[in-house]
């Protein structure tokens, strides 16, 4: 963890306030694929949204490979994950 940030292990599905406004976020930029939403939440539990990164640096160790182990997926899978999403993608055809 750096800069005394703490983590809350959260799936995407478990539908509590961070991880909607993630959602909400990751649409309302139309993002595709994965993308790191980082959020903080105050005191009072009201959440903010810092920034999102489309393209999160994902070495072992770095912020988007911790976060997905505290989340409970080991590094194998999260890359095997990142690879199926390019695999399925398809793009947008206008019309």
Sequence with gaps: ???GATW???NTDC????ILQA???Y????????ARIDIRVDADGKT???EANPNP????????AESAAHAGIAYRDLL???????????????G
Aim: charged fraction near 25%; proline fraction near 6%.
């Design 1 to 3: 963890m750096k800069r």
């Design 8 to 10: 809350q292990a959260c």
């Design 15 to 18: 539908g509590c306030p961070s």
């Design 23 to 25: 959602k909400r976020a």
């Design 27 to 34: 649409r309302a930029l139309s993002l595709s694929g994965y």
């Design 48 to 50: 903010y949204v810092l």
């Design 57 to 64: 640096q994902l070495a072992y160790g770095e912020d988007f």
């Design 80 to 94: 095997q994950k990142i690879v199926n999403l390019g695999l399925s993608w398809r793009p947008e055809r206008p």
